[in-house]
């Protein structure tokens, strides 16, 4: 199982338990790529999809809705492709 893959099953069971690096590890891993960096916001492009915007937790930690914002960008673009 590829790191990408791991990452990806750890965000689906435990949503809250993501650090902000792999929040947007996992996004590059599916596609999309840093735009920029304004303050602690960071902006993640993918062209055909909408921009994520991204802010660091708590300790470093990952918030929950942007995980599951994430995880439901991730589940469309993959909808798409089977399409």
């Known amino acids: 199982m590829s790191r990408c893959e791991k990452l990806?099953?750890?965000a689906r069971r435990n949503p809250a338990g993501l650090?902000?690096?792999?929040l947007c590890l996992l996004a590059?891993?599916?596609?999309?790529?840093?735009?920029?960096q304004r303050g602690s916001h960071v902006?993640?492009?993918?062209?055909?999809?909408?921009p994520l915007t991204y802010q660091a937790g708590k300790?470093?930690?990952?918030?929950?809705y942007?995980?599951?914002?994430?995880?439901k960008a991730i589940q469309?673009?993959?909808?798409?492709?089977e399409e």
């Open 28 to 36: 590059e891993c599916h596609g999309w790529t840093f735009e920029h």
């Open 19 to 22: 650090r902000f690096t792999e």
């Open 66 to 71: 942007q995980v599951v914002q994430l995880l």
């Open 59 to 64: 300790n470093g930690s990952a918030k929950r």
């Open 8 to 10: 990806l099953e750890l």
């Open 43 to 50: 902006k993640l492009t993918m062209p055909g999809h909408d």
């Open 76 to 81: 469309n673009m993959r909808s798409e492709e």
